[in-house]
């Protein structure tokens, strides 16, 4: 088996450009022909491989490009700008998007480290990344072909879906980004916690004291493991994530106050300061380009 078959196997599946959902929960395929610009999202907990051509993600200010050499994996929900630039009819972006299933994982992590006496070394181990990479290996072609090959039928989703993102999943703990994975569902995954609740109470006032002492750690201790895993500090994810979501509530038409209300500022005009500063335009300047990028 290798990412060829996979490739073929997704061309039959998808007959135009766009997601196409599969059946199974949390997997989509895409093939995207059209370009792209990078634009405010969120990943949430989940994988992304590719098959054909590249996807751009910009992180921290800083550009990332990705394509089928490594899959991407991204245990915690990060705010990004994402985009296919380069895509075209000639060059599509072609791959699977499997968004985890947080109790099924959790268990399987909690399973795998009990299983291995990997309890305290989990414990110790460093807090993971946002977003990482891993090379694919036997194990998750394997997994990953036969868990798209139950798109087919119905029957065969209902009665084998579980089991076959279940024998993925088991595949992804023991790649190259197991470590990571596993530091954010099994023991030990205090700041994947943390940010789970942060990105879920957008809109409520959270202080760096209330997140620590729900994790038992001290302002300092946190603050610095929050950003060993993130690369920005809970302020400024905490930022990032509202501005990304009002910005993607705006891009779907919604009033730019109502957005801005809706992740949380009580300001108006400090939504727009923040906006700026983090997009380099006005909320109206933004969404006319973004108009103009699709036009």
């Not at 791959?95 to 110790?124: C, H, P």
């Not at 801005?260 to 923040?274: I, K, L």
Request: glycine content about 6%; charged content about 20%; aromatic content about 8%.
């Amino acid at each position: 088996m290798n990412k060829e078959t996979i490739k073929r196997l997704i061309d039959n599946k998808v007959s135009k450009s766009g997601l196409v959902e599969t059946g199974i929960p949390g997997v989509q395929l895409f093939n995207i022909t059209e370009p792209v610009s990078c634009a405010p999202a969120v990943y949430e907990p989940s994988i992304t491989a590719i098959v054909g051509g590249c996807k751009e993600a910009i992180l921290d200010g800083n550009r990332h490009f990705y394509d089928s050499s490594a899959y991407i994996c991204c245990p915690m929900s990060m705010p990004v700008e994402a985009g296919t630039p380069e895509a075209s009819t000639d060059n599509p972006l072609i791959g699977v998007y499997i968004r985890f299933d947080t109790r099924a994982m959790t268990e399987l992590a909690f399973e795998l480290e009990s299983t291995n006496g990997l309890i305290q070394k989990a414990k110790d181990a460093a807090y993971p990344q946002g977003i990482s990479t891993a090379n694919w290996d036997d194990a998750f072609t394997e997994a990953l072909y036969r868990l798209i090959l139950l798109s087919e039928n119905p029957t065969d989703i209902a009665i084998l879906g579980r089991s076959r993102l279940r024998e993925l999943y088991y595949a992804i703990l023991k790649g190259d980004a197991g470590g990571s994975v596993r530091r954010s569902f099994g023991v030990g995954n205090d700041i994947a916690r943390s940010i789970e609740f942060l990105s879920s109470n957008l809109s409520a006032p959270v202080t760096i004291e209330n997140l620590a002492d729900q994790i038992g750690m001290s302002r300092a201790v946190f603050h610095r493991k929050f950003k060993q895993a993130t690369n920005m500090s809970p302020i400024q994810f905490v930022k990032s994530m509202r501005l990304n979501k009002a910005a993607m509530k705006i891009a779907e038409g919604r009033n730019v106050n109502v957005a801005a209300m809706e992740v949380g500022y009580v300001s108006s005009s400090q939504f727009s300061r923040d906006f700026r500063r983090m997009y380099g335009q006005s909320p109206k300047q933004w969404i006319q380009a973004q108009e103009s990028n699709n036009a």
